[in-house]
């Protein structure tokens, strides 16, 4: 598949069946997604990726159960083979910037993590994510994107994740279950400023 197709087939997806993802499949796109850009090189970015039974891992830490009780997309969500986190290391990139080629950024240890006006760590992490999502959209998967709401502590020592990782998000991976109802947000009116502009904000 053409990367553009990739791009405008990518969708996230609700309803998963219990069809379990090839290894071999899996391995290939979580290696894509290692080949994201990483700031100064550092390579604070990493999957933790939970399969089959070891998803309940994620869902009985990072959900409560009124939330499940109450979720109309949890019994099509907790269907998903893959559960895979995508995690980031401050403190990397802390090391990173506080090295000889980068110290006069300010940015190293001396300035800490309020010196830092976007936080480089949440970008990489977006970017591996990213290609996750269009990796697996090019290999016929479906997948969703969680954001890390509640229960981050927990359960990233409950993985044995070292101090100091936070976690961005969880992407599920697995077959789409075929009855996925649409998103209310796409109901939602866009119009408004457009997106694109070009030269500046607005003529001068």
């Not at 994740?161 to 961005?168: D, E, I, N, S």
């Not at 599920?172 to 866009?190: E, F, N, W």
Request: proline residues 6%; aromatic residues 10%.
């Amino acid at each position: 598949m053409e990367v553009t197709e990739a791009i405008r087939r990518r969708h996230m997806v609700r309803s998963f069946s219990d069809r379990p993802v090839d290894g071999a499949i899996l391995e290939t796109l979580v290696e894509l997604a290692r080949r994201g850009p990483s700031a100064g090189n550092t390579a604070g970015t990493a999957w933790v990726v939970l399969r089959d039974a070891e998803t309940d891992r994620y869902w009985s830490r990072a959900t409560t159960e009124d939330w499940r009780r109450g979720s109309r997309r949890w019994p099509g969500l907790s269907h998903a083979p893959v559960v895979a986190l995508s995690l980031c290391s401050p403190e990397a990139y802390l090391d990173r910037y506080g090295e000889d080629d980068k110290r006069s950024s300010g940015l190293g240890r001396d300035g800490g993590l309020e010196a830092w006006p976007v936080p480089y760590w949440f970008g990489d992490a977006a970017f591996a994510t990213m290609l996750l999502l269009l990796a697996a959209t090019d290999a016929g998967l479906a997948t969703a994107f969680l954001g890390a709401f509640r229960g981050e502590a927990d359960l990233l020592s409950h993985l044995r994740v070292p101090a100091g990782w936070r976690l961005f998000g969880a992407v599920l991976i697995g077959h789409p279950a075929g009855h996925d109802r649409p998103s209310d947000s796409l109901a939602r009116d866009r119009a408004g400023s457009p997106r694109v502009h070009w030269g500046a904000w607005s003529p001068a």
